[in-house]
C-alpha cells in the first residue's frame, strides 16, 4: 500500500481510500481531501513532518500520522 508519505516532492497522486476511523478522517474529509482527490506533494519538513501538500487549489500541512492515513495512487 502506498500512502502520501510516499510520493515524492514534486509529485501529483490521487487518493484511493482514506483509512482511519471517527474524528480522524472526518477532520481529513472536512478538509477536502476525498476518494478521487488529486493531491500535489510541495515539500516535506526535514525531519518529515509535516508535509506540504496542494489540494483543491490551497495549501495544507499535514501530520505524518495524517499522511499514512491516505492510500494513493
Do not use: C, F, N, W
Not at 2 to 10: E, F, N, Q, S
Not at 15 to 41: F, N
Not at 44 to 51: I, K
Amino acid at each position: 500500500m502506498k500512502t502520501l508519505r510516499d510520493i515524492p516532492v514534486g509529485q501529483t497522486a490521487t487518493v484511493v481510500k482514506i483509512h482511519g476511523e471517527g474524528s480522524l478522517k472526518r477532520r481529513i474529509m472536512d478538509m477536502g481531501i476525498t476518494k478521487g482527490t488529486r493531491i500535489y506533494v510541495r515539500k516535506v519538513a526535514p525531519l518529515g513532518d509535516p508535509v506540504e501538500v496542494t489540494v483543491r487549489g490551497y495549501e495544507l500541512s499535514l501530520r505524518k500520522e495524517d499522511a499514512d492515513i491516505l492510500e494513493m495512487e
